[in-house]
């Protein structure tokens, strides 16, 4: 839930939207996914997502997902491309 709500905060997108939106994905999502991790530590993440494309354009983003590290200076954790508004798409 803290997720979704800051998904609403940085983006200004309804609460209402965003729990719908999730919901629909976990109904009808068939898409597949695999994550490992190569041999110098780094973790690989990849999926697959089957929708049409008019609705992918619309819906994808690329994001960069920081933390803040020793001393308060913030750290790219890794960069991704995201199904909006879904959380842990």
Partial sequence: ???????CAA???DLGDVIVCNAVFEAAAAC???????PDGTIV????L???????R????AVRFV???EEGREATAY???????????
């Fill in 1 to 7: 839930a803290a997720e979704m709500r800051g998904l």
């Fill in 11 to 13: 983006s200004g997108l």
């Fill in 32 to 38: 597949t996914s695999a994550v490992a991790t190569l």
């Fill in 45 to 48: 993440h990849g999926r697959n």
């Fill in 50 to 56: 089957d929708y049409p494309e008019v609705y992918m």
């Fill in 58 to 61: 619309a819906a994808v983003c």
């Fill in 67 to 69: 933390r803040r590290g």
């Fill in 79 to 89: 960069d991704a491309t995201v199904l909006l508004p879904c959380v842990g798409a």
